[in-house]
């Protein structure tokens, strides 16, 4: 059972995935007209510096700190239309020039927006990309002959020079359905450009959707068995939305009422409060009696395997196995709750057996593909721990509602 929870406080939305009722996912925004997130957002920036030496520039989009614009963003995004040798940043952009770009990953900490040239809009079915000039098909999308139809429906859709990548939910869909998400895309994209031409930099172009149509556009499938809201305005929203892009899926839509209060109960009920507060502490207890010890810097993650109070039925190997196994589907799930980024190190207890090794990798492998962030299982060091990468593309929500304490500064020390 996978259910979407979308709760509203104030002027917050609050939304968790959950699934069979554990909690996998967790996002906030704000729910007041205009509010989006950063990420996908187009802007009309500026060119602060250039810096040979880094292969990059900086550029004013209008924020507090200057976006980071790198020399692979700047280049054709289709890799066969890029030069054999990759030209000096210089040669590419000026001081005070103007470019339209879009932001990739939002400011962490005392880095300012991650922004490229190469601007993608999501729709329901596709992304449209204006000037990549080639045709991708989601990987989760396995089927050889669903693969070959998605990729020669694309071809005949898109104009000369455009770009769209297939996306899992255009599986089944019909040509006139597809044909009408990358129109739609390509009129956004024309009223973008419009508006770039005569907007003064620095400049807002186009902001990436607010929570519910995201809600809609990327995360309604097929997999999605209840989606409950107790926000009347939000509902409605979310109701007007999927009659237009997603209407087979309109019984799945709940509105939530507690007799006993007017909001705020959705979340306690399904203990999503209880989760986050589990999750997010330094030591995270098993189901089977064994533990996870996170320790989490700006780059880099360290998860520590131990058995704890778990001594097992039979042998040591046999313990130490299933302790593991159990650890695997826990980080798995943890990765994509705290929304980790960058390299992740995960100690596992030692096991004699390699091919004990080989299934927990390949349990991983299994788990992280239900990521719709990118992360790859790398492999075991030469130290007998696995590494895993995950990218990493906003602050997360949890980063609103926690602070770093004044007295220890987060070392958590006395």
């Given at each position: ?295 989490q810097t700006e780059a880099l993650t360290v998860i520590d395997v131990n058995t704890g109070k778990f001594v097992g039925t039979s042998d040591l ?98």
């Open positions: 059972m996978k259910q979407m929870l979308v709760q509203g406080q104030g002027n917050m939305l609050q939304t968790a995935i959950l699934e069979d009722g554990r909690l996998v996912e967790f996002f906030m925004e704000k729910s007041e007209e205009g509010a989006g997130q950063l990420v996908g957002s187009i802007y009309k920036g500026r060119v602060v510096n250039v810096l040979p030496g880094m292969q990059a520039a900086f550029v004013d989009i209008g924020l507090a700190k200057n976006a980071f614009l790198y020399i692979d963003d700047v280049l054709h995004p289709h890799l066969e239309r890029q030069p054999k040798e990759k030209p000096a940043i210089a040669q590419l952009l000026k001081a005070g020039q103007e470019v339209v770009v879009q932001v990739m990953k939002e400011p962490f900490g005392s880095k300012g927006a991650r922004v490229t040239t190469h601007v993608s809009l999501p729709g329901r079915f596709l992304v449209y990309m204006p000037v990549a000039d080639y045709v991708g098909v989601s990987k989760k999308v396995t089927s050889e002959h669903e693969r070959s139809k998605l990729r020669s429906i694309g071809e005949s859709i898109r104009d000369p020079g455009e770009g769209v990548i297939m996306r899992t939910a255009a599986e089944g869909e019909s040509f006139d359905a597809l044909q009408s998400d990358v129109c739609f895309l390509r009129e956004l994209w024309q009223g973008i450009n419009d508006r770039a031409k005569h907007e003064p930099a620095p400049a807002l172009l186009h902001r990436e959707a607010g929570l519910v149509r995201r809600l809609v556009r990327d995360l309604l499938s097929s997999e999605m068995d209840e989606v409950w809201i107790d926000h009347p305005e939000s509902y409605e929203e979310t109701e007007a939305l999927m009659k237009q892009m997603a209407p087979t899926f309109l019984s799945r839509l709940r509105l939530y009422a507690d007799p006993a209060s007017d909001s705020g109960k959705l979340l306690s009920r399904y203990r999503v409060s209880d989760q986050l507060k589990q999750a997010f502490e330094r030591r995270i207890l098993l189901d089977c009696g064994g533990d996870l010890v996170w320790d190997e046999d313990t130490v196995f299933r302790t593991n196994m159990e650890a695997a589907d826990q980080i798995a799930r943890l990765l994509r709750l705290r929304d980790v980024g960058g390299i992740i190190i995960v100690d596992f207890i030692d096991m004699e057996q390699e091919e004990h090794r080989e299934q927990i990798m390949h349990r991983l492998e299994t788990l992280v593909r239900r990521d719709r962030t990118k992360c790859q299982v790398v492999g075991w060091t030469r130290l007998g721990l696995l590494e895993l990468t995950r990218k990493k593309v906003r602050e997360h929500a949890m980063h609103q509602l926690l602070q770093t304490c004044s007295v220890c500064k987060g070392r958590g020390k006395v």
